[in-house]
């Protein structure tokens, strides 16, 4: 299984930016997407989660001003961050959740992409 974060930068506050997340070595429609983020000195947090389903999950700092979507037919993942402030600064990770394993799971999820660095300036 593998997992391509890509679309992070620096953006100004209140700016947006897209990260997108391509996996490969799965059948995608069948399993849950997340992106996550890790700020230094701080625990890797679930930002916005989907599944086939529709199930979809927000982080509440973040709830209205990020949509996550997928694309089962291209296999990916995207995390569209809008009204962006300082404090979404964070390396921003995609994963992808086993069959019957929870999103909020972090310590159960296999698979990790690399992370992409979000930086909002003030």
């Known amino acids: 299984v593998q997992l391509q974060a890509s679309g992070g930068g620096l953006v100004q506050a209140g700016g947006s930016l897209r990260l997108s997340c391509g996996a490969s070595?799965?059948?995608?429609?069948?399993?849950?997407m997340g992106w996550y983020r890790q700020a230094p000195g701080k625990m890797r947090e679930l930002v916005a989660g989907q599944c086939s389903g529709g199930e979809t999950i927000y982080e509440d700092s973040v709830k209205g001003r990020f949509t996550i979507s997928r694309d089962n037919a291209k296999n990916t993942v995207a995390l569209q961050m809008n009204s962006l402030k300082p404090e979404d600064t964070s390396v921003y990770y995609c994963?992808?959740?086993?069959?019957?394993?929870?999103?909020?799971?972090?310590?159960?999820?296999?698979?990790w992409g690399k992370g992409t660095q979000v930086t909002v300036s003030s």
């Open positions: 070595g799965i059948t995608f429609s069948d399993h849950c």
């Open positions: 994963a992808v959740a086993d069959s019957g394993v929870s999103l909020s799971k972090l310590s159960e999820l296999r698979y």
